[in-house]
C-alpha cells in the first residue's frame, strides 16, 4: 500500500524522491518522509499526515544537498500515524535508514530479540527492527547488500525494503517479498519505486523484480540477486504511457479525469481484439486450445471493485458458454478449502497486479493444479507474471483511490475471454457472437453519451447532501451495479450504503425504507425478462414513501409514474448494459463526497493498491 521512492544519480535526490512521492500518493497518505546521504551522514525528514506536511516541514528545515535518496508515503499497519512512526527508520548508530512496504509478520520475536540485546526502539512499526538487524548484521557482514539478504532470509511475511548506509554514499540496496517494487533504468541515473507512477518523467524504461529477489542500484549499474546472492536474469520492459497520462489534465480531481477518460479506456482494451466478422482474437492469451476446450469449472477471485467487475462476469461466462463459473472474494478463497483439478480455470482480476489477497488465493490455486488467467491493467506486475495467461486491460494509470476506468475495462476483458471461450468451444451463443461483439465495439460512444448526463446526476447529489443512507438495488447484471454503486459512495463520502438484489426486498432489506430514504434502481432493457419485476420493485418502495432514483434506457416510458428522478441510459444489450449503468453511480458518489467536502482522490483509511492481507 506504502508509496516508495528511490533515487542515485547525477540530480539533486530531494528534488526526484518528493516529485514521485506526489505521484505516489495516493498509494499511502498517513506520513510521508524522506532521507538523504550527504558528508558521510544519513539526514531524514518525516512528518504524519499528507505529503504537503513534510515539504512544509523541509521549507523550514532544509536537507543537505545529495545525489542519493528514498522516500515513503505510508499508509498505517504497525503503530498510528504520526511523526515517530512515519519511515524512514534508521539505526541506533545513525548509519542506515529503511523504508518499508507490507508487514512483516515475525516482528515481535525480532523485536522482543532486539529489546533483550539492549536496543531501544523509538517506533511501534515492524520496520524499525529491520535497520537495527541490519545494523548488528554489518558487524559481522560489513557490505550492504549482503547483510541485506542475509536479514532477509530471517523475516517472513510481505515487504518490499529500500535501504542507505552512510558509508555508501552512491548505492541503494531494497529487498522484494510479495510486495511490489521496479527499477526505472535511466542514462547514468537509476529509480526504485513501488509503481512506474514515481519515475515516468525521467524514464520509461523498466525492470521487474521477481520474488525473493534483492537489486543493488548504483548511477550506472543494477544488480540483481536472489535473497542468497545468486545472480538471476531481468526483464525490461518499456512503460507505454507518458508523465501527461498521469496528471490530472485540466480536471479538479484525478476520479473525474478517470471518469471521462472511460470511454477511450474501453475503446483501448478494445482494440485489435475483435475482427470485422465480430470474431474476438486474443493474440497474446498463451492457453492451449487443447485446454481450453477441456475447461470445467472457472472461479473468478478479486477484491472490491474488482469482485463486482467478476460477478458481472459470471453472467456473461455462463450464458455464453455454459461453463458453470463460481465468484470468489479472494481473501476468503484459499481458507475455505476450494475444489480445483487440473481443468478449473481461476480468474484473477486486479488492476495493479499487487493485490495481496489475489495473489495469494491465485497461488493457492496453482499449488492445487489449476491455472489462472489475470486480468490486470499494469503490465509486468506480479500477479500476471505469476499466472498461466494474462489479458492486459489498457486503461492507462489510475490514481484516484476509488476505482472507475479500471472497473469498465476489467468488464470488457471478462466479456472478451468469455466470447473467445465459446467461439473456440463452438457453444451456445453462435449466430449471435457477431451481433454482440459489433455491440460491444459500439459501447466506447454509449458511455459517452452518459457522460453527458452529469449534470442531472450532480443536481441529485446535491438535494441529497443531507441523507444518512442510500439503497441500490439491480437484478441480474445490475445487482453487482448496485453493489458497486453502494461501495463508491461508502469509500467517498462516508454515508451508510447498502446493495441488493431487488428480488431480495420482500425478504428483509424492505425494512429499511422509511419516508424520503433515497433508492437507486438499476432497470433491465425493457425486452429483458426481468423489467416487469424491477418496475414493481420500484413500486413496491415508492408506495412505502422512498425517493426512488431510476436508471432506466431512452424510450422505457413504464417507469416514469414511480420515479422521482430518471437518469437515462443508452440503449444496449442486458448483458452489456453494467458499462453504461456504472457511470452515473460513480459520478453521483464523487460529486456527493465533494459537496460534502471530502477529499475525493484520497478517501480516509484506504490505498489504492492493498498489498498486504
Not at 531524514?44 to 505529503?51: D, E, M, Q, V
Not at 548484521?137 to 517472513?156: F, H, K, N
Not at 482494451?269 to 492457453?287: K, M, P
Not at 480445483?340 to 495469494?360: F, H, N, R, Y
Request: one cysteine or more; proline letters at 5%.
Amino acid at each position: 500500500m506504502c508509496g516508495i521512492v528511490g533515487y542515485v544519480g547525477p540530480g539533486q535526490a530531494l528534488d526526484v524522491v518528493i516529485e514521485g512521492l506526489r505521484r505516489l500518493e495516493y498509494r499511502g497518505y498517513d506520513s510521508a518522509g524522506v532521507a538523504v546521504v550527504a558528508d558521510g551522514a544519513i539526514t531524514t525528514r518525516k512528518k504524519a499526515g499528507k505529503l504537503a506536511n513534510l515539504e512544509a516541514e523541509i521549507a523550514v528545515d532544509p536537507l543537505p544537498a545529495s545525489h542519493i535518496g528514498i522516500g515513503h508515503t505510508r499508509w498505517a499497519t504497525h503503530g498510528a500515524p504520526n511523526d515517530v512512526n512515519a519511515h524512514p527508520h534508521v539505526s541506533e548508530d545513525g548509519t542506515i535508514a529503511v523504508i518499508h512496504n507490507g508487514i512483516i509478520e515475525n516482528f515481535a520475536p525480532l523485536r522482543d530479540k532486539l529489546i533483550a540485546q539492549g536496543v531501544t526502539l523509538r517506533s511501534q512499526t515492524d520496520t524499525e527492527i529491520v535497520a537495527h538487524l541490519l545494523a548488528q548484521q554489518m558487524i559481522s557482514t560489513p557490505d550492504l547488500g549482503d547483510a541485506l539478504r542475509a536479514v532477509c532470509q530471517e523475516l517472513t511475511g510481505a515487504f518490499t525494503l529500500v535501504v542507505v548506509h552512510a558509508s555508501t554514499p552512491n548505492k541503494i540496496v531494497a529487498a522484494r517479498r510479495n510486495s511490489p517494487l521496479v527499477v526505472g533504468r535511466g542514462v547514468g541515473e537509476n529509480f526504485l519505486a513501488s509503481d512506474v507512477a514515481a519515475f515516468i518523467s525521467h524514464t520509461r524504461n523498466a525492470i521487474e523484480l521477481g520474488q525473493d529477489q534483492v537489486v543493488e542500484m548504483t548511477p550506472e549499474a543494477v544488480v540483481v540477486t536472489d535473497f542468497f546472492g545468486n545472480p538471476v536474469e531481468v526483464k525490461e520492459y518499456e512503460v507505454t504511457w507518458d508523465a501527461a497520462a498521469a496528471e490530472k489534465g485540466g480536471y479538479d480531481l484525478f476520479m473525474l479525469k478517470e471518469i471521462a477518460e472511460q470511454p477511450k479506456a474501453v475503446a483501448d482494451t478494445l482494440l485489435g481484439r475483435i475482427d470485422l466478422e465480430g470474431r474476438v482474437t486474443l493474440d497474446d492469451l498463451t492457453l492451449d486450445l487443447d485446454y481450453i476446450k477441456n475447461i470445467d469449472k472457472i472461479i473468478i477471485t478479486a477484491c472490491g471493485t474488482a469482485y463486482h467487475s467478476g460477478m458481472i462476469a459470471k453472467y456473461a461466462i455462463e450464458h455464453w458458454t455454459r461453463i458453470p463459473c463460481e465468484v470468489e472474494l479472494a481473501s476468503e478463497f484459499r481458507y475455505r478449502d476450494p475444489i480445483l483439478t487440473p481443468t478449473t480455470l481461476v480468474i484473477a482480476i486486479s488492476q495493479s497486479g499487487e493485490t495481496m489477497d489475489t495473489l495469494m488465493a491465485m497461488r493457492y490455486a496453482r499449488e492445487q493444479g489449476a491455472k489462472v488467467l489475470a486480468i490486470c491493467n499494469s503490465n509486468g506486475s506480479t500477479i500476471p507474471r505469476e499466472s498461466d495467461a494474462v489479458i492486459y486491460t489498457h486503461a492507462g494509470p489510475e490514481i484516484a483511490v476509488a476505482s472507475t476506468k479500471a472497473f469498465l475495462t476489467q468488464i470488457v476483458a471478462c466479456y472478451l475471454f468469455a466470447m473467445y471461450l465459446a467461439q473456440t468451444r463452438g457453444t451456445g451463443y453462435g449466430e449471435a457472437a457477431g451481433e454482440i461483439a459489433l455491440e460491444l465495439g459500439r459501447m466506447p460512444s454509449k458511455i459517452d453519451l452518459v457522460l453527458d448526463t452529469s449534470g442531472a446526476v450532480n443536481a441529485i447529489a446535491k438535494k441529497l447532501i443531507d441523507k444518512q443512507s442510500v439503497l441500490f438495488l439491480g437484478r441480474s447484471v445490475g445487482f453487482p451495479v448496485a453493489l458497486e454503486g453502494a461501495l463508491k459512495l461508502k469509500e467517498l463520502a462516508y454515508m451508510h450504503a447498502e446493495g441488493f438484489a431487488a428480488g431480495e426486498l420482500k425478504h428483509g432489506p424492505i425494512a429499511l425504507i422509511e419516508e424520503g430514504i433515497p433508492v437507486f434502481v438499476v432497470v433491465p432493457p425493457v425486452e429483458d425478462e426481468l423489467h416487469d419485476k424491477i418496475v414493481s420493485n420500484i413500486q413496491e418502495v415508492r408506495a412505502r414513501g422512498a425517493m426512488t432514483i431510476v436508471l432506466a434506457e431512452e424510450g422505457d416510458e413504464s417507469i416514469v409514474e414511480f420515479s422521482d428522478h430518471i437518469i437515462r441510459l443508452p440503449k444496449c444489450p442486458a448483458l452489456l448494459q453494467p458499462l453504461v449503468s456504472t457511470v452515473p453511480l460513480q459520478m453521483f458518489s464523487c460529486e456527493m463526497a465533494t459537496v460534502k467536502g471530502y477529499d475525493v482522490d484520497q478517501p480516509r483509511n484506504l490505498a489504492k493498491s492493498v498489498t498486504v492481507e
